[in-house]
């Protein structure tokens, strides 16, 4: 078996998605429940690519709010939150708190520095 | 000679937009062997939809979701594909444990707090609590769900309520054989899974007036008891607060026992005290241990109620007041979230009346003279 920490199941457009293929379910582990199991080191670091494409996706609805063009301030808290959730499983606090207050105060709150923070992890 | 059958694989869908926690999740659920992750949605809508096609054991569900949100899927699932969900979020900690039980109070089974911005080093452990809360939630047999089943029930309680005044025959909540009594001074609710909702219709139909104390015992996770108070507490008449040691009972009020530790009752004036639980007690608060206290104190003074539940908890102290003298009742099958502790009760012979939850209440009053 190969640790694959790509799924087969997990799409590319992350859409809703139905039974994946037949070995979708030998891949990943996070301890010694499985033999060749990857470590939650090297899940993380698969989850940061996963983390960066988020990022690139949410990006410019932030930044566009910073810009004085703020379109739906629910989406852009909905981002923040999906971020902040999404930097804790990545080992990344400080964007995690960055996203958190933001989340709790989207006009308010610390959106130049999350922007800026997030630049570094957008491909 | 044939390959042996593979053995079955308890079969998860994921709910969450992030798609790093759907991975995670996914890769947390599938380090044990017996479960596959069959299907992920992005958003409340796509999760109604897939968990009618795909009928899984179990959904682990968001509750901050776009298009449709998790409060509003759970609804939608729990009313047309009962599955078992269990929630993990960011949002139910602390002061948004309203949140938590809004989710349990439709229909959710269990609900889990997402790791926080300094948690990362605990990622492990968390995973290990999604699997071990998994196991338990994918065993749990559920019905078509309380909250859109409660509405038409309702109606249907209406529509019967008509028909026995119509019907002098026929038993109704109100006037079955259980006759009112003098002298009650407790009302006891133990609950479980489930059970937030429970008590909410039940507590909801409780006159601000009421002369007798009421006192609920339900499972729930270290830290979640005030969230259950104070929700409670905007929802219904009677004030609704957290049993203190030492403390009486006071009547036309709900005390909740707190975490931590069994609240039994002491004496006849129904001072009650916090006691440590006993080795390898499974749940903290017991409902056995506050149920046996009463009977030993107050015996045919109180009434027992056992709502929704999975195990056995309550079973025996249900028996314990029904021995000593008490009227006890307990939630029946359809209208149970889980119909494990009402029917453990009942095997037991520990329940004078088997009722829907739209029933429990009006009967309450009828005992207490107040129909």
Known sequence: ?123 | MTAPEPPSRTEIVVVDDSPVQRRFVRAAVEADPEFVVVGEARNGKEAVALVARLRPAAVLMDLDLPVMSGIEAIERIMAASPTPILVYSAHVNGEQTANALEALAAGAVDVLAKPGPGDSDSLEDYAKQLRKRLKVAARIRVITHPRGKLRSNSLAMAARAETRSESPGSTSATTFDIEPKTGIKLIAIGASTGGPQALHTLLSALPDDLEQAVLVVQHMAEGFIPGLVSWLDSLVKLPVVVGVNGHRLAPGTVTVAPSGSNLIVQDTRMRVACVPPEAGQFHVPGIDQCFTSIANRLGPDAVGVLLTGMGRDGAAGLKAMRDRGATTLGQDEASSTVYGMPQAAFVLDAVDKQLPIGEIAPTLLGLVGRS
Do not use: W, Y
């Open chain 1, 1 to 123: 078996m190969t640790a694959s920490l790509k799924h087969p199941g997990e799409p590319d457009d992350n859409t809703a998605t139905g039974p994946p293929g037949p070995d979708s379910t030998s891949g990943v582990s996070m301890e010694a429940s499985r033999a060749d199991a990857p470590s939650l080191a090297a899940l993380q670091a698969s989850l940061r690519e996963t983390f960066g494409a988020d990022v690139a996706a949410r990006l410019p609805r932030l930044q566009a709010l910073l810009d004085g063009k703020p379109g739906d301030l629910e989406d852009v808290r909905r981002d923040a939150h999906t971020l902040a959730s999404s930097a804790c499983i990545v080992a990344e606090p400080e964007i995690a708190q960055l996203a958190q207050q933001v989340e709790l105060d989207v006009t308010g709150g610390p959106l130049a520095a999350l922007v800026d923070a997030l630049r570094g992890f957008a491909p």
